[in-house]
């Protein structure tokens, strides 16, 4: 309400976003605001980039084998692209897998096995617990060995945790390790932070990407990534299949009830 006295004319505003003929008017005037772009026209032209981006990266991650499979599905041009990019990256990574398994050090050898190696390139280090009976170190040995085979191109080492750290306690194990250029880059202390006693390759992949050894394009990566999405999409279509057969049970039983 206006004050005593004073004769100005008080305008009535209810939602200034409406589209209202008044609103019209008062944003003509500068009374209100311009209404705001409606969001709607910005999300759909996301999805459809998504799509798009989606359509041209659908063969990404998938092996020779794989694209031989959809010679009869795919325009043989864009195929052939794929199929000389996957042999590229598979001859550049044959070319650097100069190592392919897991380097067991003492820690005379540290030094040279590891702070210096890292100089041309990254060195993940395993410090793993004196006692057998450390489940997640036993598991962190287990990916290690199949991270040094599938990344023949990265170095990976592993000494016991006292023999390179003295009186370090085992509670701490295992402990990862990433050198790059001589120093300490990253360090992971048990795998609580990864996955626990349940932690697998997908979460070393991601260290591996974290620690800028790979690219997050890297077709390991991709691959793994896909085939994890690929099970987790059966396993949900599974689980609503079961349920809706067992809510179909429960109808049928209820219609017998009425017989």
């Not at 190592?99 to 096995?113: A, F, N």
């Not at 059966?234 to 079961?242: D, N, P, T, Y």
Request: aromatic share 4%; glycine share 6%; with cysteine.
């Amino acid at each position: 309400m206006a004050a005593p006295g004073d004769q100005r004319i008080a305008v009535p505003i209810d939602d200034p976003n409406a589209d209202t003929e008044w609103n019209d008017i008062l944003r003509k005037h500068g009374v209100i605001p311009e209404k705001p772009p409606s969001p709607t026209p910005m999300i759909e032209e996301a999805i459809l980039e998504g799509r798009r981006l989606a359509h041209e990266n659908r063969l990404e991650g998938k092996d020779l084998d794989e694209l031989d499979e959809l010679e009869d599905l795919e325009d043989e041009d864009f195929l052939n692209q794929y199929k000389q990019k996957r042999m590229a990256e598979l001859n550049s990574l044959q070319k650097k897998a100069i190592h392919g398994s897991v380097y067991p050090i003492s820690k005379p050898d540290y030094q040279r096995e590891v702070t210096e190696a890292s100089k041309k390139g990254p060195v993940f280090v395993n410090l793993t617990a004196s006692m057998g009976t450390n489940v997640e170190s036993r598991a962190l040995s287990e990916l290690w060995r199949q991270a040094a085979r599938e990344y023949g191109d990265i170095k990976f080492c592993e000494i016991r945790a006292n023999q390179a750290i003295e009186n370090y306690p085992d509670r701490n194990c295992p402990t990862i390790l990433v050198y790059k250029n001589g120093d300490i880059v990253k360090q992971v202390v048990t795998l609580m932070t990864l996955g626990g006693v349940r932690t697998n390759m997908q979460q070393i992949d991601n260290l591996l990407v974290e620690a800028g050894a790979v690219p997050d394009s890297d077709m390991r990566v991709v691959k793994r990534r896909q085939a994890a999405e690929d099970a987790e999409e059966e396993r949900l279509a599974g689980k609503s299949i079961k349920t809706g057969t067992a809510g179909r049970s429960r109808d049928d039983d209820d219609d017998d009830d009425w017989d």
